[in-house]
């Protein structure tokens, strides 16, 4: 399998290594298994010759122009922690000339990938439209709003759609490279996780900080702020949005773009959000725990840890904070 990082410049630092060294490992355990695995050729390629990241530091890379089409292109993270940052980035010349790159590499076959803050790159060259995709939980609404025609599930950490694949947060490289080498021998890949000791994991859900995410509409930080200190009592749209000043129709509207989800989804996460931090921090029984949150048992509140985090509480218990 031949494989192309495409490597940008002011590339986040863990993400580019995440990749690289996932792929060699895959590698020279594969030759030396006798599985019959077909080897990685992993390529660090660029638009133009060597690349500074985020740190600072030089990296040599190949000029991609004249390459063959590879099996796969991966693009990690840029180093931008903010949306006005990204925008910036995604502005600059060498971003138009790589989602020329991809756009020709897709076009011939190549199944593009991408994490992070890499998964801007490949939705502004319209790769990911009509195709579910995920990014970074923290940028979810400026990924919407910029990119509408793309249908965003932020709640996963990877998401497959045919020969784009998509994955979250920083250390979420490492799935997506996990994902990849599976596709070719799902033999090596466990193997490759064992050794990096990598847990597979399909949701980033349970390390989201909704309120983080709620800053950029003064509606949705309101309802937030009058959810959190309602949360014991049931839920009415109406009374929310009466109480924050704001007609139902507006609430809806603004959860739905800036979060993504309806009103009551909403308050369901900040349900979960409290729940697995008393789960965590806390001896108290599930039953006491669920009515603090809101649900008259603790049967509703199991099914949606489970739904939404993939964990069961017992599981939840044996996390740290």
Not at 81 to 97: H, V
Not at 214 to 225: H, K, W
Request: charged share 20%.
């Amino acid at each position: 399998m031949l494989i192309y990082v495409l490597t940008l410049d002011g590339v986040f630092d863990t993400g580019l290594a995440a990749l690289q060294d996932s792929f060699a490992i895959a590698d020279q355990l594969g030759r030396t298994s006798g599985c019959g695995f077909g080897g990685i050729t992993s390529l660090r390629v660029s638009v133009g010759g060597s690349v500074r990241t985020a740190q600072g530091l030089k990296v040599p890379a190949l000029s991609a122009s004249d390459l063959e089409t590879p099996d796969v292109v991966a693009v990690p993270a840029l180093g931008a922690k903010t949306p006005a940052a990204l925008s910036q980035i995604l502005q600059r010349r060498d971003i138009e000339r790589a989602g020329q790159l991809l756009r020709r590499w897709h076009a011939n076959g190549a199944t593009i990938a991408a994490a992070c803050t890499g998964t801007f790159v490949l939705a502004e060259v319209g790769l990911l439209d009509g195709k579910v995709s995920t990014t970074s939980w923290w940028l979810g609404s400026f990924f919407r709003s910029r990119y509408p025609k793309v249908e965003l599930d932020d709640r996963r950490l990877l998401v497959g759609a045919g020969d784009v694949v998509t994955a979250g947060a920083a250390l979420a490289h490492f799935d997506l490279a996990l994902w990849l080498i599976r596709r070719s021998s799902p033999a090596i890949a466990s193997l490759t996780a064992r050794y990096l000791i990598a847990e597979p994991n399909f949701s980033h859900s349970i390390y989201v900080i909704p309120d983080h995410l709620t800053y950029s509409d003064p509606v949705v930080e309101r309802f937030e702020r009058w959810a959190r200190t309602n949360l014991s009592n049931g839920f009415s749209l109406q009374l929310a949005a009466r109480e924050i000043g704001a007609s139902p129709r507006t609430l809806a509207r603004k959860t739905k773009m800036v979060l993504g989800k309806s009103p009551l989804a909403y308050v369901q996460s900040l349900r979960v959000e409290c729940a697995v931090h008393l789960l965590q921090t806390t001896k108290y029984p599930i039953e006491d725990i669920a009515t603090k949150v809101g649900y008259a048992d603790s049967i509703t509140l199991r099914a949606l840890l489970r739904r939404e985090l993939g964990r069961s509480v017992r599981e939840i218990r044996k996390l740290t904070t």
